[in-house]
């Protein structure tokens, strides 16, 4: 029985036990009572026209009237009442989410970018009214760490709108995994995009968040050709330089997602060591919700440049997060689209089962 509704209870003794007497001895007694008004326990809701929490039946106990002996004695009434328990339930749901999209910025990935932008308003609205947690904050990386590389090693044609040293980038700029706030190379926006100074990241509140979203996610095209898409997102997770502060928190889950036509580490080019460590990614995942394996959803949208099925490193790390895991296409809306409504699913289910820490 909670506070509440053991001073319900003593209030209905008092109201109907002490009113009462009994005809052979004349003294106040107390009749037996099983009332108690619940607290509330998470995953109880009221529906329309209640008018307080649900109701609960348990015993009252009470101990020894303690008064005078006679009914002439005005001293009031003590009760000796014996403490219960008091079982708090433990609280679950999540109130915070953080957004990590790291989006592929090398020079075949036009059209994945716009697909996203197209998508990202739909796929907040899902999230609106499916998913408890509203306090969001989102945060956008690329898959390297200098978004001019193709600039620079003559692929002209990756580096379209994009007059090379006309940009002067800071360190969080060149920072793998730092989040974008001002994209600059070949076909990205090419402007600042209105993230308030001090933070690397959107939140929930900042308006308009779907056109802000929009900048910062056209990450361009002239980024090296050997792309780290989950190296970068799992690096903004570490907060390289301290450029992410803020955005990781240990009472929200996280939601990565992950857009390439590409594998993390293209096998094509020389000197390419990574090759993709599924395992690895995940281990460093887990680690940064404190070793929480249920505080994630990982999402990889993904194609192989629409060519064939997605290449295994993605298909690993997705089974590695089991039912937290959803893979979807890239090609066009529609696919994108409908992996973001599944994605919503897992994003539910992991919510409403997390215990913040």
């Known amino acids: 029985m909670g506070r509440h509704g053991l001073i319900w209870g003593l209030t209905l003794l008092v109201a109907t036990g002490c009113s009462s007497t009994r005809e052979d001895e004349q003294t106040p ?5 099983s009332a108690s008004i619940g607290d509330g326990t998470a995953g109880q809701s009221t529906t329309s026209g209640e008018t307080g929490p649900d109701v609960t039946t348990g015993n009252v106990e009470t101990g020894a009237v303690t008064g005078a002996d006679d009914a002439s004695d005005d001293s009031p009434v003590k009760f000796d009442l014996e403490a219960e328990d008091i079982e708090v339930p433990e609280t679950t749901g999540c109130d915070k ?21 197209q998508a990202f308003a739909q796929f907040v609205q899902l999230i609106r009214d499916n998913v408890q947690g509203q306090d969001w904050h989102i945060i956008v990386v690329d898959s390297d760490g200098d978004p001019t590389w193709a600039c620079d090693n003559g692929a002209a044609s990756c580096c379209t709108g994009f007059a090379p040293g006309s940009y002067n980038f800071s360190a969080c ?11 600059h190379g070949g076909q990205a926006s090419n402007t600042d995009c209105g993230i308030p100074a001090g933070r690397r990241y959107l939140t929930g509140d900042d308006e308009p968040l779907d056109d802000m979203f929009a900048c910062v996610a056209q990450v361009g095209t002239s980024g090296s050709f050997s792309e780290y898409p989950i190296t970068a997102a799992v690096n903004a997770l570490q907060n390289p330089m301290g450029c992410n502060d803020g955005f990781l928190r240990d009472d929200a889950i996280l939601v990565m997602t ?5 594998h993390d580490g293209d096998f094509s080019y020389p000197g390419d060591a990574e090759n993709g460590d599924p395992n690895g990614w995940y281990d460093s995942i887990v680690a940064a919700k404190n070793g929480n394996e249920d505080a994630s959803v990982f999402i990889a949208l993904t194609s192989n440049h629409c060519m064939g099925p997605p290449v295994p490193p993605f298909q690993q790390i997705v089974q590695l997060f089991g039912d937290q895991g959803v893979q979807g296409s890239n090609c066009s809306l529609p696919e994108m689209l409908d992996t973001f409504e599944a994605a919503v699913m897992a994003i539910d289910t992991t919510c409403d089962g997390f215990i913040p820490g």
């Open 29 to 33: 007694f107390i009749t037996s009572a």
């Open 97 to 117: 989410i953080d957004f990590v999209f790291s989006v592929d910025n090398s020079c075949s990935t036009e059209d994945d970018q716009a697909t996203l932008q």
């Open 173 to 183: 700029d060149l920072e793998m995994g730092a989040g974008v706030v001002s994209p």
């Open 258 to 262: 992950v857009i390439t036509d590409d």
